[in-house]
């Protein structure tokens, strides 16, 4: 194998499992070393600046850093092996921190002419209001809805998400003075391209909740709700009942959300029913996990047959029994079990089966070309449409996804709208991500982090007691860690960016590394082909997606091989080196932005 | 040493020997010596022969001396018996422990200082009565301790690290030993386990005196140009005889060699040892060819590393002394009491 190239950012960046998963790419260990310090604004500003909202994520986000921590592939296999609590650790920095607003930046003194439209004011568009802002744009933000927070208003229950921690971060972008148009749906893309605006930008989600066709959906119409239409109006405080008998139709986190809020608005037996298996859900474990501890059922393997009605009141659903069955070409396909149909009654069912994308109000001939999905061609490193001012991003670029990726998506349209309106290419002249590595050695056996390991298993957040819960659709589930529960979570920790840096020519191949890794992650031999060498580690490689870390020849002539894969980031194997061949230093990356990439 | 104890996590697919235990649990505590010390890497290789070889912690008693080598068995095998001895005296202790009881296997694990300056005498006798135990002198040329003043073995002409020379003659505990009648005598280097590990594992699958010099470099006083115990020199001057592989008995041959340049043992414990030869014509069971080679090589300023001398029809001390074919501890009084009729056809046959 060629030696390790670790001048290329994504080498480290890849041992960053938690940040290299992140959309936005925010530097997780760093944030979380300050929360452990008890710099909980500083804490919440990294966030801020790569995911612009900590407080609500820290809620409410799909954490794809926490499946892929290292922390869950090396703790003990008898026991389950747990990632670090990420996501409710952002949300102690979110809670604890002081008064940032001073830390927030000001609204341009200057403006720089350029006029920038965006549609949608969910997180998406927010995102790219916050990066153009202090540049001097000027942003007009509309939106159908009177505030703006879009689907984190609108779709997210007051339960996980208070009004208060929306509003705080959503206030931080309109504090930047956008123009807001609230309250004014855009019904025509033609109408929006004559105002002449130098950019526009599409963030308005998927914002169409999926119908479910069949028999009785037009008799019991009356009682049977489309999900995310339904969440909206419970928001709004257009519902406040529901029947006392509710069946939610779907597993997505939507239909988690349906079936927490029902428990709160009457529905004393709520059921959720799913088409395919439990482990098949498309919700996260988590809300599952929620959902069952308020006492909701989750019956799988049912497909929804007929909605049964008696002179056009809802009665019930008539469900088809299914099985799971891999044919020849190995995919799986859900096929009737011949058991009896299942009736379940009801008075109320919400459909929560999916969300779509519709743009009915983007005429076919204004550039913006669509695929035979009616999506829009959407670039997807620069968010570009076919029409070059016209930009997608959120829900609203590739379907339905979270929070996470639509402020990702928000920071490349930006940088590409403010590459466009400078004139630039928006695909090649792109900002790199801003990186750095320094060494974190303070003495013999001192480093600027806590390089001990915790032994401590995953800390559940203490929840308020269900009795008070289930009362108030408002009054907030979770109630967060505290310090010392944050603490001793924080702790939990590995900082792989605090990186294992080998400097060959220094060293003098003692072993002294080898034998003292706790993870057996270090091996001397002769170098080979990648397959080869992988069979002659010291311990074996578990995941070939993790990479080995390979020197150049040593003396020996043997190279130095390390699967980063169960690197614990202990540092022992530098402490135990005496000629500083290996050294601990920390990789911090900036994922690109406008407000400091573009403008240099 | 470190501030951090190591972790107890480990690597998920770490494999597991006959007992169920991984070579972590062959551990002791955190080593305390220099980084980079080849003493380290020697406490490793033990660990990773006690684990290919299956051995039960406590059936292990290892003994030391003083010094920066006499350390080291509180950094390996936890679970063991241990005895941390006077300076120079543990091959007396192990001697006594291995006449009360036979049953343990006997680590000594001792250095240049300890074993051939003040317990020189101590070291001689110990391999000459034959006791069965496995000795390493972790052998690094100085005193490390107290600074790194020359010790017995560093070479004459040798360069210390304030720039002194050594005037004075070495000892070459490798041929002492086999002087002496030590009946398995190997040398190897820190720097490299391949050899360490199957050397060790021979050694204590030996039933007699089995001594393993390791040339071990000290990082903090012996490391430097002109040293001859330093990594570098060790590695340049390092002439293997022979490769060793020890296999559990009954398991599948897995390399082949070319023939002829394969030799296959049958070890006391049912174990074989496949020696693979390096240099074509050295015996390593002809004791006065290899004490012969030794020296040749020696005078060219070669380090003669690998299986120097085994004799495979060993036998040890109590096999000299026929005792009783038990651990005295036992016997119980029936055994050592043979009662007054005993006692009077005793007394009647040496009357």
């Known amino acids: 194998m060629k030696p390790t190239d670790i001048a290329n950012p994504d080498y480290f960046h890849k041992v960053v499992d938690c940040q290299w998963a992140c959309p936005a790419h925010t530097p997780v260990p760093e944030y979380i070393r300050m929360i452990a310090a008890g710099r909980y604004s500083d804490a919440y500003m990294v966030n801020w600046h790569s995911n612009v909202f900590p407080g609500v994520l820290g809620r409410t986000c799909d954490r794809p850093c926490e499946p892929a ?33 001073d830390r927030m930046p000001a609204p341009a003194a200057q403006k720089n002419g350029k006029r920038v439209a965006l549609i949608g004011a969910g997180p998406a568009s927010l995102t790219v209001a916050r990066d153009l802002l202090p540049l001097g744009y000027e942003v007009v933000l509309y939106d159908g809805d009177a505030n703006a927070g879009g689907m984190m208003r609108t779709q997210i229950p007051k339960f996980r998400l208070p009004e208060t921690v929306l509003d705080e971060e959503v206030n931080y972008i309109l504090d930047l003075k956008p123009e807001l148009r609230l309250g004014q749906k855009i019904t025509s893309m033609k109408d929006l391209l004559a105002e002449n605006y130098d950019a526009i930008f599409v963030g308005c989600g998927a914002p169409r909740g999926r119908e479910l066709e069949i028999p009785g959906r037009k008799e019991a119409g009356a009682n049977i709700h489309i999900g995310i239409d339904w969440l909206a109006s419970v928001s709004f405080g257009h519902t406040t009942r529901i029947g006392k008998r509710v069946i939610v139709l779907g597993g997505g986190n939507t239909a988690m959300d349906c079936c927490r809020t029902s428990r709160r608005l009457g529905g004393e037996q709520v059921n959720v029913v799913v088409r395919s298996g439990f482990g098949e859900m498309k919700a996260s474990p988590w809300e599952k996990e929620d959902a069952m501890h308020e006492g909701i059922p989750i019956h799988n393997f049912l497909v929804p047959a007929e909605f049964l009605h008696t002179n056009g009141k809802l009665t019930g659903v008539r469900f088809q029994k299914v099985k799971a069955e891999t044919d020849a070409k190995g995919r799986r396909n859900l096929v009737p079990s011949g058991e009896p149909d299942l009736v379940m009654e009801c008075d109320d069912v919400l459909v929560a089966v999916g969300q779509e994308n519709a743009f009915p109000w983007i005429e076919r001939d204004t550039g913006v070309e669509f695929d035979k999905w009616n999506m829009p061609k959407v670039s997807p490193t620069t968010f570009q449409s076919t029409n070059p001012r016209v930009f997608f991003g959120g829900d609203a670029a590739f379907g339905p996804k979270n929070i996470i990726w639509a402020v990702a998506h928000g920071h490349d349209a930006a940088i590409s709208i403010d590459l466009l309106c400078q004139g630039k290419d928006v695909a090649t002249q792109r900002p790199s991500p801003l990186v750095n590595l320094s060494s974190q050695k303070m003495g013999i056996h001192e480093w600027s982090y806590g390089n001990d390991i915790s032994n401590d298993h995953r800390f559940k957040v203490p929840h308020a007691p269900i009795e008070k819960t289930l009362k108030d659709v408002k009054l907030e589930v979770e109630l967060g860690f505290d310090i010392a529960q944050a603490f001793a979570e924080a702790e939990r920790c590995l900082n792989c960016d605090v990186q294992t840096v080998f400097d060959t020519p220094k060293c003098i191949e003692c072993d002294a590394c080898v034998d003292i890794c706790p993870m057996d992650c270090i091996t001397f031999t002769a170098n080979g082909v990648e397959g080869d060498l992988r069979h002659r580690l010291t311990a074996p490689a578990l995941h070939p997606d993790q990479d080995l870390y390979i020197s150049s020849a040593l003396k020996t002539g043997r190279v130095m091989a390390k699967d980063e894969d169960l690197c614990l980031h202990c540092g022992l194997c530098a402490e135990r080196c005496p000629t500083g061949a290996w050294d601990m ?15 240099r | 040493m470190t501030y951090i104890a190591k972790p107890k996590l480990r690597h998920p697919g770490i494999p597991v020997n006959k007992l169920g235990f991984t070579h972590r649990d062959y551990e002791g505590s955190i080593s305390t010596l220099c980084a980079g010390c080849g003493h380290d890497s020697i406490s490793f290789a033990i660990i990773q022969a006690c684990f290919e070889l299956n051995i039960e912690p406590h059936r292990v008693a290892k003994l030391s001396g003083i010094g920066c080598s006499s350390k080291t068995p509180d950094y390996l095998l936890g679970q063991s018996h241990g005895f941390n001895s006077v300076h120079g005296r543990m091959p007396s202790v192990l001697t006594g422990a291995n006449l009360a009881n036979k049953e343990l296997l006997y680590l000594g694990v001792s250095g240049d200082g300890d074993s051939a300056s003040i317990g020189l005498g101590q070291f001689v006798h110990c391999v000459r009565r034959g006791v069965n135990m496995v000795y390493i002198t972790e052998n690094n040329g100085v005193y490390g301790l107290t600074k790194g003043q020359f010790s017995a073995t560093a070479d004459k002409g040798s360069k210390s690290k304030a720039g002194g020379f050594n005037a004075d003659s070495p000892l070459d505990l490798v041929s002492m030993a086999l002087m002496v009648g030590a009946t398995f005598v190997g040398r190897s280097f820190s720097g490299d386990k391949a050899q360490m590990v199957p050397l060790i594992m021979a050694a204590m699958s030996h039933p007699g005196p089995a001594f393993i010099d390791i040339v071990s470099p000290c990082v903090a006083f012996n490391n430097h140009a002109g040293s001859t115990k330093a990594y570098d020199f060790v590695r340049e001057h390092n002439e293997a005889v022979n490769r060793l592989d020890v296999m559990e008995p009954r398991e599948a041959i897995k390399v082949e060699y070319a023939p002829g340049t394969t030799e296959e043992v049958a070890l006391h414990d049912g174990s074989t040892l496949r020696l693979s030869k390096v240099a074509a014509d050295y015996d390593p069971f002809d004791r006065i060819g290899a004490m012969n080679y030794l020296q040749s090589r020696a005078a060219v300023g070669e380090l003669v590393t690998g299986l120097i001398y085994m004799d495979n029809a060993a036998k040890d001390m109590h096999a000299n002394l026929n005792t009783v074919d038990a651990a005295l501890n036992r016997l119980s009084e029936k055994d050592l009491c043979p009662g007054a009729a005993g006692l009077a056809a005793y007394n009647a046959a040496h009357s």
């Open chain 1, 69 to 101: 921590c290292r922390r869950g592939r090396v703790e003990e296999v008898t026991k389950k092996a747990e990632p670090v609590a990420i996501c409710r650790l952002k949300r102690v920095a979110a809670d604890n921190k002081d008064d940032v607003k």
């Open chain 1, 585 to 599: 230093q920390k990789f911090l990356l900036n994922a690109p932005k406008t407000e400091y990439a573009c403008r």
